[in-house]
């Protein structure tokens, strides 16, 4: 029941993961055929990106049917061959669940328009006319979440955008048909579920405008309908459904009490919390400050506190920018900084989340200005800033360190054309350093991170201590150094990880003595060091006597 513990969840994202007919566009055959790199890596669980049909306005989140596969993906034979190509390798399959809101393309709104959420105009106004919205609210993906639909005489509403219509969670009928959908897939033999913004889900009674911040023009319609009085009803009733299934709950503005009651009373294994990637970031999505290590120490502390439930622990995905370019230093310690934060996720409890590519630090792609712009959150996120009054050279920054896109760009597999991801033109552009960082390069250096990542994951199969041991979060006031001591019965494991591009002292307040005898586990000093300009190895940092 509780196999995920002592796994690692490998995140697919199909459109950029392998394209297996030559149209450009990744799809499930291809991801057949590179099964493989997922079992040498060991990872426990594949969590697939939605392949069902969809508009792929927003790339498979906004699903026009619940119980097939998109053309572009292939067809539901192809997902039953991938489901049952990962079990012969050991690995179970998790499909991503898009349950707040559908497709506007889903025949249930032309159908069952009742189980979409609808208000009339505001009191004094007339439909359409502008400031006739019922709430301030804006959608994720820019403009309104309200769209006026003169037939019915109501608003609509999309908290993403007016293509995303939210279903009405409050009706029986809704829920229903959420739950039929896990038992449809659960019967097809998949293992888990990923519940997409499931936090969403439970709308308030009455909806209220909410506050607007300088420089927006609407309030965060998100923010203000999370975690819902309802939410651990309706999350229960979907475990109900799925008997023991991997429910993994995508869950913004989430905190520890509520993570710890959709987990207790709710049913969900583990919440995606995303407190940790709004540390560089915020408070809008594109304004970029540094992360303050002391910042992520007291996350860790929040989080890893075990009245928080069992964590799910992420620095990479679809959404957010590339880790090696986001946390790591690529210019000077490219291979050896993306491990020491592959080491530092790692070494904390709870189940780690590996994206694709990042097992070989990919880095953010180059955005030259705003045509590069492919993801609809980012061009969303520019137009409305710039007509906030912001700067768009500085937007434009920001999205170069944090926006959607660099997470897709397509795996570079290998040093041939367009990274091997395709025979064909890809979708978006492969990554300009595929030529020389790829898995093929990486696998037969046994000094890259991507043999670190294969390390990890075997190391929390053999080291019971870093599944279930204990965690103190050491050093909090060091701005430089991350620290954590893992300890169970008798067993205790250290990690020390210097976050510096500089030479840097072991850190006085952890003795060393100690640890004198101890077995080093993994240490990232053998990673290659493949930073530019090459660092001098007279001072290049060495493990001193721990991991
Ligand atoms: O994302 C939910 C979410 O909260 C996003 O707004 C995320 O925080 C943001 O994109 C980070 O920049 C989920 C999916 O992961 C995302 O791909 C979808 O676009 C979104 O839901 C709508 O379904």
Known sequence: MTWWRDAVVY?????????GDGDGVGDLRGLLGRLDHLAWLGVGALWLCPVYPSPQRDHGYDVAAYDDVDPVFGTLADLDAVVAAAHARGIRVVLDVVLNHTSDAHPW???HP??????PPRPGFRGGEPGAEPTNWGAAFGGSA??????RGRYRLGLFSPWQPDLDWSRPDVRAAAADVLRFWRARGVDGFRLDVITLVAKPDVLRDGPVRPGARYADGVALCVDGPALVDHVRGLRDACGDALLIGEAPGVTPASAARLTAQGGLDMVLQFEHAELDRWPERWRRRPLDLRDLKRWARRWQDPGAGWPALFLGNHDQARVASRYGDPG??????AATWAVVLHAHRGTPFLFQGDEIAMTNRPLAGPDDLVDVEGRAVLAEAVAGGADPEEVLDGLRALGRDHARVPVSWDGGP??????????????????HRNVAAERADRSSVLHVHRD??????????LVDGDVTVLLPDDPVVYALRRRLGRTELLLVASTTADPHPWPAAVDPAP???????????RVAADGDPAPDPATAPTAPTAP
């Not at 552009?429 to 595929?434: G, K």
């Open 146 to 151: 309200w769209t006026w639909d003169p037939g």
């Open 332 to 337: 000077r310690w490219h291979s050896r900084s």
């Open 418 to 435: 367009h990274g091997g991801f395709t025979t064909g033109t890809p979708w978006t552009p492969a990554h300009p350093e595929a030529p």
């Open 114 to 119: 009742e189980r979409y959420v609808w208000r």
């Open 456 to 465: 990890l994951v075997a190391l929390r199969r053999a080291e019971p201590a």
């Open 11 to 19: 995140e697919v994202y199909p459109r950029s993961f392998a394209d």
């Open 109 to 111: 709104l032309r159908d």
């Open 515 to 525: 640890w004198a005898g101890a077995q080093v586990l993994l240490t990232t000093a």
